[in-house]
């Protein structure tokens, strides 16, 4: 079993809330006479369905995770793999429930996924991980063809606005996917700081230790993709976090959304405007 990936199982991983069971009740993707609730703007709600989607609810999904203890050796680069492993394990946690959530709803896909962290009083070391987005659905004959290859609903953190750009080229989200990784910088010797003291010069333990930190994360991502059967990633960013650890151990986090490509005749119709030249008669 690879050492960054799904939560593994134990008590954390197995707990599913139910708080929400009242409020999905109620939702439209569960009761034709219920309403749906999302995140979108009129303008995202206009277009979603011009795109042939329909809105079903806004899911969310919540972890409190409390972030073990890890000693990086002072003067050396090195990946805290145990505080990886606490941030990949309660984003996936998150993500895990809001998903489970849009399938409760019946939907295609969750569009506009958000994932934040939120500190409390409690301690230093606990953190929130909210996973939110909303669910949609597909209207007519192409509803269900939108899915992952594996059959479940597929999770975006495209704006609308990219997501219909996305499908009138014919293509599809299949995953938001992440790769993250805790990286120990090594701290200079006071030789060290001393020889560079008024130079220019490259600080290459620290650059070499910065581009290992990102290379780990997007290669995480990139795996994260490819085992989800896409074909791509658009959207992908590269945060840097340094969270209460201290200022020698950082965060990097990728994400992005995977796409794949799906045959012409779900290709969606481009009703853009197209840009015309216009010359004006008035002086």
Partial sequence: ???FGKPADGAGSAWEPEAAEGRLAHTFGADPTGVFTSDLSVSEYVLLGEAGFEPLGFVIGSSIYHIGLQIGKWS???????LTQAMYNARELAMTRMQAEAEHLGADGTVGVELRMQAYVWGQDVLEFIATGTAVKATGSSSGAHRAPDG???TSDLSVQDFFRLLATGAVPVAFVLGTCVYHIAHQSAFQALRQTGQNQEMTTFTQGIY????????RMQTEAAEARAS???GVTVGVFNHVWGEHA???????????????EHRLADTSPKPTFTLGLDA
């Fill in 152 to 154: 479940s609903a597929f």
């Fill in 250 to 264: 950082t965060e990097f986090l990728a994400t992005g959304t995977a796409i794949r490509q799906l045959g012409d």
């Fill in 232 to 234: 791509g990633i658009v």
């Fill in 76 to 82: 050396q680069n090195q990946e805290l793999q145990v």
């Fill in 1 to 3: 079993m690879p050492l």
């Fill in 212 to 219: 290992e930190a990102r290379e780990l994360a997007l290669t």
